[in-house]
């Protein structure tokens, strides 16, 4: 079994900057990729970005592209997600996700962990 765990979320004004982790554990932690996904309330959760495990290879969204970065550490079996430029827009739960059973970019994945707020002032 595999667990996740985001941390980094919190309160912070347009146009300021929050760097989000995922830290993943399990006897044996193996994944294609990770993902990044948010749920604001009455949404549905949405991409936000994902990268490979083995190439690092990355996917953003384009609401966030140019704004936030995806990044993963294979030693470590984190993955986190630095956010600039926020805008209210922003403000949702986030989610960290592993085992994808489609693509990368689909809410499809097998673990996730609990979410972490990002709440963005005007």
């Known amino acids: 079994q595999v667990q996740l765990v985001e941390s980094g979320g919190g309160l912070v004004q347009a146009g300021g900057s929050l760097k989000l982790s995922c830290a993943a554990s399990?006897?044996?932690?193996?994944?294609?990729?990770m993902g990044w996904f948010r749920q604001a309330p009455g949404k549905e959760r949405e991409f936000v970005a994902a990268?490979?495990?083995?190439?690092?290879?990355?996917f953003h969204a384009d609401s966030v592209k140019g704004r936030f970065t995806i990044s993963r550490d294979k030693g470590k079996n984190t993955m986190d997600l630095q956010m600039n430029s926020l805008k209210p827009e922003d403000s949702a739960r986030y989610y960290c996700?592993?085992?994808?059973?489609?693509?990368?970019?689909?809410?499809?994945?097998?673990?996730w962990g609990q979410g972490t707020q990002v709440t963005v002032s005007s």
């Open positions: 399990g006897r044996t932690f193996s994944t294609a990729a």
């Open positions: 990268i490979t495990w083995s190439g690092g290879i990355t």
């Open positions: 996700a592993a085992g994808p059973r489609s693509m990368a970019t689909q809410p499809e994945y097998r673990y």
